[in-house]
């Protein structure tokens, strides 16, 4: 069972990670994916998916390529996947359900937030810069920032860091079993908020399981000590 944090501490920002929580990007992953594999004959699993799930584009990609004997290098098939999700994203990218309100929440109670995320920093603007919603956040993280991707805690201990605050006083919010791994590792509370995609994931580890990112418990956790 997920754990829950019983002394007083007051988190004192938040952590988002993007794909899968913010965005409905993994979605477009699994499309990718497909499309992808299809041009060299093969199909994108469930297994596959929840692999490479969570990880940097070129660690995710360097399982596909083992995985499925792929001839092509790391760096051939990172450029097949741009060009084909360059296609997608425009008119496909939705928030998340909980988003909007939960940033208005944010931004009221004057709590402050950053992205941390495994994506490359040019998607990621894309991404964000779809509802003008960087310059919301205090800062953004990214693959491009770390040497060790998730599910080493870098990211979070990086991002504890930028925010001035001690990891066990920020919350992050997770939508996958690697990245929940990663911030449960640098010491921050941890609220999951699987997506169809990671709902059967192994999430023993975090404080907290929601149900989107509309469940109360992330206000209610938020709102301790504060006035």
């Known amino acids: 069972m997920p754990r829950f944090q ?3 501490t007051i988190h004192q920002a938040v952590a988002f990670d993007m794909d899968g929580l913010m965005f409905n990007t993994e979605d477009l992953y699994d499309e990718v994916g497909d499309t992808l594999l299809q041009r060299h004959g093969q199909r994108f699993t469930r297994e596959l998916k929840l692999e490479m799930m969570g990880r940097t584009g070129r660690e995710a990609l360097a399982i596909m390529k083992q995985r499925c004997d792929l001839p ?3 760096d051939g098939l990172l450029i097949e996947v741009e060009q084909i999700f360059s296609t997608l994203l425009p008119s496909r990218i939705e928030m998340m359900p909980g988003l909007s309100s939960l940033l208005e929440f944010l931004e009221r109670h004057k709590i402050p937030k950053c992205v941390a995320t495994s994506s490359r920093r040019e998607f990621a603007t894309v991404a964000l810069g779809s509802f003008d919603l960087e310059p919301r956040f205090e800062f953004l993280l990214t693959a491009d920032d770390v ?3 998730k599910p080493a805690p870098e990211v979070y201990l990086k991002a504890a860091e930028q925010l001035g ?7 992050v919010l997770e939508d996958s079993v690697i990245g929940s791994r990663a911030a449960a590792a640098a010491g921050a509370f941890t609220i999951a908020v699987p997506t169809s995609h ?3 994931g192994d999430f023993s580890h975090v404080n907290h399981v929601a149900d989107s990112l509309n469940d109360p418990m992330i206000q ?3 709102s301790r000590g504060r006035a």
């Open 72 to 74: 092509q290098s790391v």
């Open 6 to 8: 019983t002394d007083d």
């Open 198 to 200: 990671s709902v059967d």
């Open 220 to 222: 209610q956790v938020l």
């Open 165 to 171: 605050i001690k990891p066990v006083e920020m919350l």
């Open 147 to 149: 040497q060790n991707g």
